[in-house]
Nanobody, 124 residues
Framework: VQLQASGGGLVQAGGSLRLSCAASGRTLASNIMGWFRQAPGKEREFVATMSWSGSRIAYVDSVKGRFTISRDNAKNTLYLQMNSLKPEDTAVYYC??????????????????WGQGTLVTVSS
């Protein structure tokens, strides 16, 4: 499985970006997918996760109400719509896929495949 993340860039505070993560290889329609981010000098942290059916969606508290995770299983693509961006959202964003459909989606250890990361920079 290969994951290709895109959509990062430089944006002013209050702006929006939409990240995409295209998966190739095995079909991932039944797996948990998620987004994580890593700011300079910090550990990678959970941002959002989504189950195959969309019945299980979770966000880190700091992005609730601003970010929306979605997926198109037919296209094997995961999205992260980011609105009202803040300077503290600046980080490299990684998409990830688990081999399982039942693991906790907010834990790094749950994921088996990772994209290369896309940089999001929010200026104040």
């Amino acid at each position: 499985v290969q994951l290709q993340a895109s959509g990062g860039g430089l944006v002013q505070a209050g702006g929006s970006l939409r990240l995409s993560c295209a998966a190739s290889g095995r079909t991932l329609a039944s797996n948990i997918m998620g987004w994580f981010r890593q700011a300079p000098g910090k550990e990678r942290e959970f941002v959002a996760t989504m189950s195959w059916s969309g019945s299980r969606i979770a966000y880190v508290d700091s992005v609730k109400g601003r970010f929306t995770i979605s997926r198109d299983n037919a296209k094997n693509t995961l999205y992260l719509q980011m609105n009202s961006l803040k300077p503290e959202d600046t980080a490299v964003y990684y998409c990830a896929v688990s081999r399982s459909a039942i693991v906790p989606g907010n834990q790094i250890e749950s994921y088996n495949y990772w994209g290369q990361g896309t940089l999001v920079t929010v200026s104040s």
